[in-house]
Each structure stands twice: as structure tokens, then as C-alpha cells.
């Protein structure tokens, strides 16, 4: 196993093909194949399923998305760390939420590469507080999050709008739901992601100013563990629409929440009354 055949599998994972990841990776659908083939036989597994949709992604396929990613994104900075201190050239930061990374950044990030290879990108996937953190401090030139954005020091510019879901099991009282309602949440079991995220800060000032508590069944930052628990039946998840159409399974409902305030807006940041270099404005 090789670094670049996590990248592809990570594409293909991202893409559901096998051509439109070897497009966005500039190599062919047949390398992309052979290397995604090579990886299966080494770890003695299947990693897809072809469905009419496209790839889908086994157990095994999630499992290894997740370390993946992590793998893939140390590399880079190590890389990146040890390229700019050797030849002295310039870096960029940019740090990514969850979600986003697949959904934006390994295409912009493979383009940027092509037409700036004396640019080490240096990018790590944090939680939004982190994000934030990292841009006003400057230890991030960019960061890729989650909305609302406190505007008094960072610049924000939308870029996409969409929705975080409740994940509910299909025997679930709610599941007959096409949308929820804050007050739908009284009593109901949920696992959330732990409380420094945005949803779910967001989530507890909502439910308070509806007179109670959220009853959070228990926290965790892994998406796969909230649909797993879903499935099961033994709470309700809150997850992007982008992670949980990607993890969806036939025994969960997926309902997009029905206040604004719960929408999941992603804003490009950087530090406010700071002049962006000119690799930063680019890459923006």
C-alpha cells in the first residue's frame, strides 16, 4: 500500500467513478482501476460495489476512507513541511472541516499543484472552532467552514448552501417526517458531534430557546458512528448532507432540518483587515 493509491481510492471514493476520478487524478480510468484493484488484493478485500449509481463504498470501504484521509492529509504536510524547509520555497495553510474536504478541496487542491508546483499546500482537517482559531492567529492562511461566521474578525465568503440532516431509522416516530422542527427533538435520543462544532452548539442554543435540553445519547466526532446508532435504532444523528448521503444506508431516513439556522453554509475565511498574499488570493 502506497500513499498515491489511497489518493485514488479516496477520489473514487469521493467521485462514485472510476473516470471522473482519474480526471480529477490527470491519469487514466484503466490506471486508476489497476491501482484500486492492486489495493483490494493487497488487503484481501473489496473496497466497492457497483451499483447503478456508481461505486459504493463496502464496510471495508468505510473503514479505510477514514484512515485514508488522515493518512494522506500527514503526508502532505509532512511533505510540504520538509519540501519548503529544504528549498526555501513558500507555503500555503488551508484547513478544511469535515465533509468539505471531499466535497471541494482534493480538485482545487490537485489544480492548484498543476499550475503552482514551487507551492507546497500544507492543508489539515480540524473541527470549526479550530478553523477559526487558525485564521485569526494566523497559522492558517485559508479555512474552509461551517457558518455563522463572526464576521467582527474573519472575511467570509459563501460558497455553498445545504443542509445538515436528522438520521433516523425508518421505524423511528419521526421518520415519517419530510422535515424537522427544533421542538420534534423534546426526548428524543441524539448523538452529536462533541460540542465545540458548530451544528451542535447551534443545536443547544435552538433547543434552550425552546424551553429544554437536547438529550444527547452520547457524543462522537466519527459520522459512522452516529448512522451506525441510527441504524440500530438507539438514537437519531445529525450529519451534513454531504456525509450522509455518503454513508447512507436503506434502513436510515435522512430529513433535512426545517429552521435556517440549521443549514449547513460553507464560507472560505481569512483573517479580517489582513491582506492576503498573492498565492492565498489565487488560490481563493
Not at 103 to 109: H, L, M, N, Q
Not at 117 to 136: G, L, T, Y
Request: glycine fraction near 4%; hydrophobic fraction near 35%.
Amino acid at each position: 500500500m502506497d500513499i498515491k493509491q489511497l489518493h485514488y481510492f479516496i477520489e473514487v471514493s469521493r467521485c462514485g467513478s472510476f473516470t471522473q476520478a482519474a480526471e480529477n487524478c490527470f491519469i487514466t480510468s484503466q490506471g486508476i482501476s489497476m491501482s484500486i484493484s492492486r489495493l483490494e488484493d493487497e488487503l484481501g478485500v473489496k473496497l466497492f460495489t457497483r451499483t447503478p449509481k456508481g461505486m459504493s463504498l463496502t464496510e471495508d470501504g468505510e473503514f479505510l476512507l477514514e484512515k485514508a484521509e488522515e493518512i494522506v492529509h500527514i503526508s502532505n504536510d509532512i511533505e510540504s513541511h520538509f519540501l519548503e524547509k529544504a528549498q526555501g520555497i513558500k507555503s500555503l495553510n488551508v484547513m478544511f472541516i469535515r465533509g468539505t474536504v471531499e466535497k471541494f478541496a482534493y480538485k482545487a487542491i490537485e489544480i492548484f499543484k498543476k499550475s503552482h508546483p514551487n507551492i507546497a499546500v500544507r492543508m489539515q482537517v480540524r473541527i470549526d472552532s479550530e478553523c477559526d482559531e487558525a485564521v485569526k492567529n494566523g497559522d492558517a492562511d485559508l479555512a474552509l467552514c461551517a457558518g455563522p461566521i463572526n464576521t467582527t474578525k474573519l472575511d467570509a465568503t459563501l460558497i455553498y448552501s445545504g443542509k445538515n440532516m436528522l438520521v433516523v431509522n425508518k421505524n423511528h416516530h419521526l421518520a415519517d417526517r419530510d422535515t424537522i422542527s427544533i421542538s420534534d427533538l423534546k426526548d428524543v435520543p441524539l448523538t452529536l458531534p462533541r460540542k465545540a462544532n458548530r451544528s451542535t452548539s447551534t443545536l443547544h442554543t435552538l433547543c434552550k430557546r425552546e424551553g429544554f435540553e437536547p438529550y444527547v445519547f452520547c457524543y462522537s466526532d466519527d459520522y459512522r458512528s452516529a448512522m451506525y446508532l441510527a441504524e440500530i435504532n438507539q438514537s437519531c444523528g445529525i450529519v451534513n448532507e454531504i456525509s450522509a448521503s455518503k454513508l447512507y444506508k436503506p434502513v436510515l431516513k435522512l430529513i433535512p432540518f426545517a429552521c435556517p439556522e440549521m443549514d449547513w453554509n460553507i464560507y472560505l475565511i481569512h483573517k479580517k483587515d489582513t491582506q492576503l498574499s498573492q498565492i492565498a488570493k489565487e488560490f481563493k
